[in-house]
């Protein structure tokens, strides 16, 4: 995630936490929920534009995504946030595919055990 966004995330989680469950303040915790979709949702939107300007024609080629995820994976592989890093690609491309079910070719998938 790009810092302006980390900060937007930091700031609704600061208002959130000033909000606490004793004080029944459902209202807003709501409100401070809704708002943290609605900045993921307009995050996804705009990074789902830079992608498809970057990658033109092969926007919708599973084979490009496939090794794409394969990259992604090897960047995220150290990070202590990697669930969400994955999670936030599953999110891009089923922005990108109408997948039905899933395609563990292009999503991060954990099998349970």
């Given amino acids: ?11 609704d989680h600061a208002a959130a936490r ?3 469950f004793p ?13 943290r979709l609605q900045l993921y949702s307009r995050v996804l939107s705009g990074l789902t534009n ?4 970057l990658m033109g024609e092969r926007f919708q080629a599973r084979p ?7 990259v992604y994976s090897s960047l995220i592989t ?8 994955e999670s936030f690609f599953n ?4 922005r990108v595919f109408a997948t039905e079910g899933v395609d563990p070719t292009i999503e991060f998938v954990r099998h349970r055990l």
Wanted: proline content about 2%; cysteine-free; aromatic content about 8%.
């Fill in 23 to 35: 004080a029944r303040d459902w209202r807003g915790g709501h409100d401070d929920a809704a708002e």
């Fill in 91 to 94: 999110s891009l491309t089923r």
């Fill in 50 to 53: 830079r992608v498809r300007d």
């Fill in 64 to 70: 490009v995504w496939r090794a794409t995820k394969a």
């Fill in 1 to 11: 995630m790009r810092s302006g966004l980390r900060g937007a995330f930091r700031r």
């Fill in 18 to 20: 000033a909000r606490p």
């Fill in 78 to 85: 150290r990070s202590i946030r990697w669930e969400i890093a």
